[in-house]
């Protein structure tokens, strides 16, 4: 009887110990919220709902001319009327909504760049449903990133910034948002993985999450569970337009330095070293003698640029910059930009199956662009066809740099494309190249061209001939050389 007693008390202890096994490892993990009512009552009245308006003009008005009758009286009375009509530029209004979030007490706002676009008025509408004019402060397109100002007339509830790089994958986030005109809508859901590139520029590095993320939440915050703001949405992955679990947000440490450049100056200042690079593959790293794959392979060096001046050379492979790992292609164009302008930083470079070690003084990238935009223009004036919407330009050397065109594709240059342009419509872009035109539709006759004048010229002669279409042969940024027709009649 007593041996009974003193197994089961055995029994009974093991059992508890056992338990606590079981437990205790959970107890290191972060647990499932019960409800996430509490901080969402907390975090509402700092994220804000944006509506903006953008006057556009339509360059054609294709209102239809009404018709009278053969011979009709009113025919020549009118007709100046309609002309005079269509050739009128009209305006209308085009709205968007989107989120933010404040992020001072001053009344500076958050939200993407995409939400603001070219906005001539910008609403900002709170919880209580206060509306406030808000104003540009500045924009980075390249992060999606823009900062607003409103004139509070009251305290205004502050968002406190967390840092993203702690965050798991894993954790709980929160999204709060104005998807679909519905504002302070409330999302939960884990972070699925993190520095994500998902090919929209270069500094692509986003937190993925599944918390639903639809059109609206775009410039929303996503907290943490202590209801810091660890990233600003940004971006679904969505075949049908809604959400399907797959959103994408700026980390917070990406976009603080930003916000803080465009609060202080309106405007970013990033690092520029001025190289075109590209993936160390396995069959790169083999070739190079490198025992991984590893760095960014230099394809191209800007003339004069600061990886010129300092000696860095097409075929190098640059390992570190300023002490820190390149481990892909990737991560060197945000360990540049993140760079302040002018700093001598160390460049660690694989060349001749030996490490090199160089100093390179960093310029700005924003001043090298505007430079280089001015530097094309002034150099070949780009002609502008009105009836298709684009400017064409010689295929200098600089342009094939910048959209990394190679040295045997021969043609003329595709400047800009005007958005709803009859060239934008047939898939034109900026960076494409024209090789030739189709001098003879009948016998297939290609005649290369090098000059926008020849296009111009051809444009002027198929009028002439009473002929509509102009053929183009395109080889696209992207894509494989094609054929393009483009209407030419008025």
Do not use: C
């Amino acid at each position: 009887m007593k041996i009974n007693f003193i197994f089961k008390k055995i029994s009974y202890f093991l059992s508890i110990l056992f338990l606590f096994a079981l437990v205790a490892p959970a107890s290191n993990s972060q647990s499932i919220p019960e409800t996430f009512s509490d901080l969402a009552d907390e975090l509402l009245p700092g994220v804000v709902n944006i509506s903006t308006t953008q006057l556009i003009e339509d360059k054609y008005n294709n209102r239809p001319e009404f018709q009278f009758p053969p011979g009709s009286p009113f025919e020549d009375m009118f007709r100046d009327f309609f002309e005079r009509d269509r050739n009128t530029p009209r305006q209308r209004k085009a709205t968007s909504l989107g989120s933010g979030f404040v992020i001072d007490g001053d009344g500076y706002i958050v939200t993407n760049n995409h939400v603001i676009g070219e906005a001539d008025q910008i609403e900002v509408v709170f919880q209580d449903e206060t509306k406030l004019k808000a104003k540009l402060v500045g924009k980075d397109p390249k992060v999606d990133i823009a900062l607003l100002k409103v004139e509070p007339k009251k305290k205004l509830k502050v968002l406190k910034w967390g840092d993203s790089t702690k965050s798991k994958v894993g954790d709980w986030v929160l999204a709060i948002g104005n998807p679909f005109g519905l504002g302070g809508t409330v999302t939960a859901g884990i972070i699925s993985a993190k520095s994500r590139d998902i090919q929209m520029g270069q500094y692509d590095s986003f937190i993925q999450t599944d918390a639903s993320i639809n059109k609206g939440n775009s410039g929303g915050p996503m907290f943490n569970m202590d209801g810091e703001v660890i990233g600003i949405n940004s971006a679904i992955f969505s075949p049908s337009g809604g959400s399907v679990g797959i959103g994408f947000a700026i980390p917070s440490t990406m976009a603080i330095n930003v916000i803080e450049q465009l609060k202080n100056f309106g405007k970013t200042s990033r690092g520029w070293l001025g190289v075109r690079i590209q993936l160390v593959t396995d069959e790169i790293a083999e070739a190079y003698g490198l025992d991984t794959p590893k760095g960014a392979l230099v394809a191209s060096v800007e003339t004069n640029s600061p990886a010129f001046n300092a000696g860095v050379k097409p075929g190098d492979i640059i390992l570190k910059f300023d002490e820190k790992d390149i481990k892909k292609d990737r991560d060197l164009p945000k360990i540049v930009a993140a760079t302040k302008v002018g700093k001598n930083v160390s460049l660690e470079i694989w060349r001749t199956n030996r490490i090199i070690n160089l100093k390179v003084r960093l310029g700005e990238l924003e001043t090298f662009e505007k430079k280089n935009k001015a530097s094309i223009d002034k150099k070949k004036s780009p002609n502008k066809i009105e009836k298709l919407g684009i400017q064409l330009t010689e295929l200098t050397q600089n342009f094939r740099n910048r959209y990394n065109i190679s040295k045997d594709v021969r043609g003329v240059a595709i400047l800009n494309v005007e958005r709803n342009s009859i060239a934008y419509e047939r898939g034109l872009r900026s960076g494409d190249v024209i090789l030739a035109i189709v001098d003879n539709y009948a016998s297939q006759t290609h005649k290369k061209v090098s000059t926008p004048k020849e296009i111009i010229d051809k444009i002027s002669q198929l009028k002439k001939d009473k002929k509509k279409i102009l053929l183009l042969y395109v080889k696209g940024l992207k894509s494989t050389p094609g054929y393009v027709p483009l209407k030419i009649d008025d």
